[in-house]
């Protein structure tokens, strides 16, 4: 692998490092107390930075401690208190005086600005570097994964960079976007995937952004705090803030290395081995038994691997009087678990930030891109679950497909190794986002007055090119003839935004923080594609269509833009009564005339109880209550472009319509709503922040309510009431109710050991209120594999979004469900009344007595985290569980029955285990059999370190190993109690997943 020598001559650098060093001891003593009471304060820490060489206050908040001579600071903590770093030089004693409210007086970053932790009204909960999960990370949205309350982040599969979803309290909408708005160092990103037809899925957008340059995520959950960027902001928002060097810091250089290995979590596949399959065939297809092979493949576990991986990242910081630069340079290659997929970045940052003119303007300027090259998994997990075990993966004989074993018929699944070893999908991504920020004080015209611009530009070129040979078995015609396809993308956004800052205090009771400003972003999409097929020859490979004899191809230019006025007013009242109001106005292209322009107004109310004389009484048991109440409304225009405008689209090249012997290409027109509107999303949110025993303890509880109205879906028209039968428009109201608890506790800090845990839980409950121009049935969603458009969940009023709509299956004594093709009420047919039950009493089963049975979204989520150091030795793992939370296995409905054995002419398919307890003859895609609950809890990292201590000139080495997706406990039968369920292709369905991988990594940082 690249950089392999690299990475071994950094192992043998550790190995020569050697970690104990003599030096000319110094006695340093005194007394730390606090700040407000002058009490001494017992157990206060006292180290020397950078290293573990420390002491703690004893009863008498005195302390002594040795250091080598040389040392120059002393750093001096306590929990719930500001830290402070003291110069020693030349001094024996020192006293120490530490003010309470550490936490409180970090300033949180949100929407166009920061303010202090206490002084925050909304719901905002920030994650630092410190307490990211650790591990292989490809996406960054994966550092937080159970690390905040009633925040879901869910890969759809457990391909390396695949897509995520994300779901903030919930999701919002139905058809229009769950994701929340990703906002980088203030620039407001496009996170939307490229996928492209006739390609497997792309790959996460935001695998571009290194996760060791992110410094902290913060989360803005509910409308008080969100509603700043109005209509993106109804899923959430998340900000994320890079590393950054700091003003005066000597310069300093970071490494980190890691390798890792990995190995799929859940071997089992659920199906037949190749003797279970000749026993079955033996029993229930007695006439198919001449057709079976003699050989005994495992065709799952020959689509996998051990997956390989390296990362490398170096950085460099510092700063001056008036300056601060961090450069970054990355690259990471991660080898998939299915064979074929891989993903490599090679990333680079550039931070620097400038003041000028005596402090008055600071100039910002940001950097980052990457480029980044992927191989794709084909699909050949679903082939590898339906192959006849019995069969061969080579026949010698077979030259016309590659020496590979297939049954040539089209229904037919394909041999998964001739998939993997043939056919290549690939795909190049370059992604660079710049920007630059202005911010001007102008202090000497009006007191407390800034200015500030942000100009940006976000370009992504991608590629993606797939070729099957003429030696592989065509998917969708019988002739071999092989194809080439291609798609170029290029998706540009450009930013300014200008805002002004007011802030002025009217003299000690009342302190005023405001700030209005205009923004203008712009998108530009252009595609590319061509297809191209009947290849005369193999030997131009991926990269050159030319021996094609049929082509067909085109391109798509797309624009849309956002104009937006946004306001905010922070009013602080004696410093206990704390008042915020939003306001936002965005004009989107999205939509038509009449609609286009939409207002997203919030208000929030904060009481600092602990401020109040009558609070007293409660101090000997808090260190901080405070009250929020926040209400708002936030919009949603993530919808396709165009949805208000007649178009027309023209038919691809093989459905062209002929005449005589010539085939024309058509346009037909497209289906339009001229009405189309904002889905608006109101919240109202009630919490409580506190903090116990001097801040060793601090959490809060929230409460919220969220109404989504004019709810956006694609729905089904009567016949010629549109230019087509399925039309995007406004269709009804959904809510979300729940509660939160966060809680985050020290339970022990000595001078040599601390231990840190978080917890979180989150209950969230969805129902849909109402749908117009639909009838009670209800709107049917959810596609399956198994028949033709089968669907198996419906949004309907009362019922949770997504519910799943299935027959209620009739159950023998033992609580199995009864098999099908038996007469068991003996009214002379056996047919649906005799396994399913009759529920609405009409004297017979059909799709009315389907019911809306549970659903995919959890009840609860919740997350643990712990940390733990001792003496340079730190142990960390992050555990996270759903309750109630239910999937569909399609995998065991499509494939468990007897029938489907011998269901295509000429060739054998594979059965799901399944079958061997239901006996099903035929599929029975509808029963409630297949809806088994999902609940599940996952050791999500697990990581041991090790810090050498005391190398020379503040020189920082760390060594560690960490396992990611160690174990999962769950009931479900299927391979991942988590697959697609967060909201890619179809939540709560389980259809041929891309397995999850177990990873075990080593590795080390390097500070000088």
Not at 392 to 401: G, K, S, V, W, Y
């Amino acid at each position: 692998m690249r950089l392999k020598l690299l990475t071994n001559l950094l192992f043998v650098l550790v190995l020569l490092i050697y970690g104990q060093f003599a030096y000319a001891q110094n006695t340093v003593s005194g007394t730390v107390t606090d700040g407000d009471t002058n009490e001494p304060l017992i157990g206060a820490n006292i180290i020397i930075p950078n290293t573990i060489t420390g002491t703690i206050s004893d009863l008498d908040g005195h302390y002594s401690l040795s250091v080598p001579e040389g040392t120059t600071q002393l750093q001096f903590s306590f929990i719930g208190y500001q830290s402070q770093t003291v110069d020693i030089e030349g001094k024996s004693t020192i006293d120490v005086v530490l003010v309470a409210g550490q936490d409180l007086q970090e300033v949180v970053v949100v929407g166009y600005g920061g303010v202090k932790k206490e002084d925050v009204t909304g719901v905002v909960s920030a994650v630092s570097s410190e307490d990211f999960n650790k591990g292989a990370i490809v996406s960054p949205e994966q550092l937080l994964t159970g690390k905040i309350a009633g925040v879901q982040i869910i890969g759809s599969n457990g391909e390396p960079g695949g897509q995520t979803a994300i779901r903030i309290r919930g999701g919002t909408s139905i058809t229009a976007g769950n994701e929340p708005l990703i906002v980088i160092d203030g620039i407001p990103i496009d996170n939307k995937p490229h996928d492209p037809g006739g390609f497997s899925k792309g790959r996460n957008p935001l695998n571009f952004l290194n996760p060791d340059d992110i410094e902290t995520f913060t989360v803005l959950k509910d409308a008080s705090a969100a509603a700043i960027y109005g209509s993106r902001g109804a899923n959430g928002v998340i900000l994320i803030t890079t590393k950054r060097g700091k003003a005066g810091e000597r310069g300093k250089i970071e490494y980190g290395v890691y390798v890792s290995t990995s190995e799929v979590a859940n071997e089992e596949s659920g199906m037949l081995t190749a003797d279970e399959f000749r026993n079955v065939v033996t029993g229930k297809k007695p006439q198919a038994l001449e057709s079976l092979g003699s050989s005994n493949t495992d065709w799952y576990s020959q689509t996998l691997q051990k997956g390989k991986g390296q990362n490398h990242s170096l950085s460099f910081m510092g700063g001056g009087e008036n300056l601060n630069y961090r450069l970054s340079g990355s690259f990471q290659e991660i080898e998939g678990i299915v064979r074929g997929s891989e993903t490599q970045r090679t990333s680079y940052s550039a931070n620097m930030n400038q003041s000028l003119f005596n402090n008055k303007l600071d100039v910002n300027t940001s950097l980052k891109g990457a480029y980044t090259k992927d191989l794709f998994d084909i699909g050949v997990v679903g082939s590898a679950l339906s192959f006849d075990p019995t069969q061969a993966i080579l026949d010698p004989t077979n030259t016309a497909l590659g020496g590979y074993f297939e049954y040539g018929n089209i229904n037919a699944p394909r041999n998964p190794v001739s998939g993997i070893e043939q056919v290549v999908t690939r795909g190049k991504t370059f992604r660079n986002i710049g920007s630059l920020g202005l911010n001007y004080k102008f202090d000497d015209v009006v007191d407390g007055l800034s200015a500030k611009m942000n100009l940006a530009y976000d370009v992504a070129n991608i590629e993606r090119r797939k070729f099957q040979p003429t030696t592989y078995l065509n998917t969708s015609v019988s002739d071999i003839t092989g194809e080439h396809r291609a798609e170029d993308a290029t998706r540009t956004s450009v930013l300014l935004e200008t805002y002004l800052n007011y802030k002025v205090a009217l003299g000690d009771s009342h302190d005023i923080d405001l700030t209005g400003g205009y923004s203008y972003q712009e998108w530009n999409e252009e595609y590319f594609f061509l297809r191209g097929y009947d290849l005369t020859t193999d030997v131009f490979g991926i990269d050159n269509a030319r021996s094609a004899t049929e082509f067909e191809g085109g391109d798509v230019v797309i624009q849309n833009k956002l104009i937006s006025f946004f306001g905010r007013l922070n009013y602080n009242i004696l410093d206990r009564y704390l008042f915020t109001v939003n306001f936002r106005r965005d004009g989107s292209t999205r939509f038509g005339p009449a609609n286009r322009w939409g207002n997203f107004p919030s208000y929030a109310f904060a009481w600092r109880i602990m401020q109040e004389d009558f609070a007293d009484g409660l101090s000997n048991t808090f260190s901080d209550l405070k009250l929020r109440v926040g209400y708002g409304t936030i919009g949603n225009q993530e919808i396709p472009n165009f949805g208000y405008l007649p178009r027309y689209s023209f038919s691809q090249f093989d459905a062209r319509y002929q005449f005589g012997d010539e085939f024309v290409t058509t346009a037909r027109p497209n289906g339009y709503d001229a009405n189309l509107k904002w889905e608006e999303t109101t919240t109202l949110n009630v919490g409580v922040d506190f903090g116990i025993a001097n801040g060793r303890i601090t959490g809060s509880i929230e409460y919220y309510k969220k109404t989504t109205d004019d709810l956006l879906f694609t729905v089904n028209v009567p016949a010629g009431t549109n230019l087509t039968d399925r039309v995007l428009t406004n269709i009804g109201e959904i809510e979300n109710t729940g509660i939160e608890l966060a809680v985050e506790a020290y339970l022990l800090n000595t001078a040599n050991f601390d231990w840190n845990i978080g917890f979180n839980a989150a209950k969230n409950n969805n129902e849909v209120l109402a749908i117009d121009r639909i009838s009670n049935q209800g709107i049917l969603t959810g596609g399956i594999s198994g028949g033709v458009g089968n669907n198996v969940q419906i949004n309907q009023v009362g019922s949770p979004v997504r519910s799943f709509y299935v027959f209620q299956h009739k159950l023998d004594n033992n609580g199995n469900p009864l098999a099908d093709g038996v007469d068991y009420n003996d009214d002379g047919t056996a047919d649906l009344a005799d396994i399913y039950e009759d529920l609405n009493n009409d004297g017979m089963v059909n799709d009315l007595d389907k019911r809306a049975y549970e659903k995919p979204a959890p009840d609860w989520i919740f997350g643990f985290s712990s940390s733990m150091n001792y003496k340079g030795v730190d142990l960390g793992f992050t555990l996270r569980a759903n309750v109630g939370n239910f999937v569909y296995n399609n995998n065991a409905s499509q494939r468990g029955y007897f029938d489907r054995i011998n269901e295509g002419a000429g060739f054998l398919n594979n059965v799901h285990e399944s079958v061997l307890v239901t006996n099903f003859t035929r599929p029975q895609y509808f029963s409630d059999y297949y809806v088994q609950d999902a609940s599940f809890l996952r050791m999500e990292n697990l990581t041991l370190g090790y810090t050498i201590p005391n190398l020379p000139n503040g020189m920082k080495l760390r060594l560690y190993a960490t396992g990611q997706n160690l174990f999962t406990m769950t009931e479900y039968t299927g391979t991942d109690p988590e697959v697609s369920s967060g909201g890619i292709a179809d939540p709560g369905i389980d259809n041929n997943p891309y397995p999850r991988a177990k990873t075990f990594i080593f590795g080390l940082n390097l500070g000088l």
